[in-house]
């Protein structure tokens, strides 16, 4: 495990690990799409508290245990102004609940320990101490702010390791400085977790209500405000003023396809889908989409093959034949391992519409040039581009 201790003194820190070394297998890897990020298991059914913020507005996510098993998990909760989400495991996961303490709201100057896991990595522990605490609103336990930056969904813990808060992005809260974190208190969404303490077999089929931080009404996650009160409504990443009628293009491309953009979108100027070259082929192409920083230029890249083990010099005359001769506005490249298809294109005066085409045609491309590539010189197939896994 990698320790990042902050310079509060050494006192406790024999006591931390120790807590630490209990709660270690509590605390879990989530992936959801291309978001990654942290949650912990709250209930004694397995369900897992996280950050709706850090896994966007998904159903299925997948979720990776301190001790290397992965499981299917659930979204079947959400608190979106409190920016807390609930995922229910497949099955028992067997790790026992993190304790809550209670009351759990924080003192200031008091020592806590932060504890985080992505997918991939392994466990890593900060110290910290509790440097802010928000006046209560309408009888709410408010937010608090911790002096060291830490990942969404990442549970806060006391020196005797109870729970008392997740690092989250909760609504109205006041930007925290740099190198801080704001902490939702445990006692804010207790409500939320009762509501779920029940067997995994009641919670399986159930899907989360998402409601709007302002006026509690129910939205769709296609939108990007309230249809209730107009809000704008809270996203893994914000849209952005100054590109907004790009993002405005990119989100009505992708609904041409089917597709929401809010679902799918990885970065504050990406998005990721998978998309199939016709209705019946039997997998789908991931194909990367980004805008650059003045929304100018739309780049789009999609997975072709993986290098032959052979023949590469034919190989590589044979991909420059099909750039000079075959491709039309798209390119084949080799990025490491990887042959993809790509296009750059002008958004100025562009419609939804073009951008819908330049998608299916990428991907039709990319097809076709996956089987002649697979068939010619034994190149292994790629849907999913290896650096995005």
């Not at 820190?13 to 879990?28: I, K, Q, Y």
């Not at 209560?136 to 729970?163: I, M, S, Y």
Request: charge should be negative.
């Amino acid at each position: 495990m990698t320790s990042q201790l902050a310079a509060h003194g050494d006192g406790d820190l024999a006591l931390l690990h120790e807590r630490v070394a209990r709660a270690r297998r509590s605390v879990v890897a989530i992936r959801a799409g291309a978001l990654v990020t942290t949650g912990w298991v709250a209930l004694g059914n397995g369900v897992v508290v996280a950050s709706r913020r850090g896994l966007g507005y998904p159903t299925e996510v997948a979720l990776t245990f301190e001790d290397g098993r992965g499981m299917a998990g659930r979204v079947i909760a959400a608190d979106v102004g409190r920016d807390v989400a609930l995922v229910a495991p497949a099955d028992p996961p067997g790790v026992a609940a993190l304790a809550v303490r209670a009351p759990a709201e924080p003192r200031l100057g008091e020592r806590a320990a932060v504890l985080s896991c992505l997918p991939g990595q392994s466990l890593r522990l900060a110290v910290a101490r509790v440097c802010h605490v928000a006046r209560k609103v309408d009888g709410q336990l408010p937010a608090f702010e911790l002096d060291v930056a830490a990942p969404l969904g990442a549970p806060v813990l006391d020196p005797e390791g109870r729970v008392i808060g997740v690092v989250a992005a909760p609504s109205g809260a006041a930007g925290e400085l740099a190198g801080h974190s704001v902490v939702v208190p445990a006692g804010a969404f207790q409500p939320l977790l009762a509501s779920v303490d029940r067997s995994l077999v009641d919670l399986r089929e159930r899907a989360p209500v998402y409601r709007c931080p302002a006026c509690e009404e129910p939205f769709d996650v296609e939108h990007d405000r309230c249809l209730g009160c107009g809000r704008l409504l809270p996203h893994a990443y914000a849209p952005c003023p100054a590109r907004a009628g790009v993002e405005r293009l990119i989100r009505q491309g992708l609904s041409a396809l089917g597709l929401i953009a809010n679902r799918v979108r990885v970065g504050p100027r990406a998005w990721r889908i998978a998309q199939r070259p016709f209705p019946a082929a039997e997998m789908a192409t991931q194909v990367d989409i980004e805008i650059d920083e003045a929304g100018r230029l739309l780049t789009l890249r999609a997975p072709v093959v993986g290098l032959p083990w052979a023949n590469h010099e034919p190989f590589y005359r044979f991909l420059l034949t099909m750039n000079d001769q075959t491709t039309g506005e798209f390119r084949v490249s080799i990025t490491g391992d990887e042959v993809s298809a790509s296009c750059v294109a002008s958004l100025e005066g562009c419609a939804d519409h073009d951008v819908a085409l330049l998608i299916d045609g990428l991907v039709r491309m990319a097809d076709e040039y996956r089987r002649t590539l697979a068939e010619t010189f034994e190149a292994a197939p790629r849907f999913e581009s290896a650096a995005g896994r």
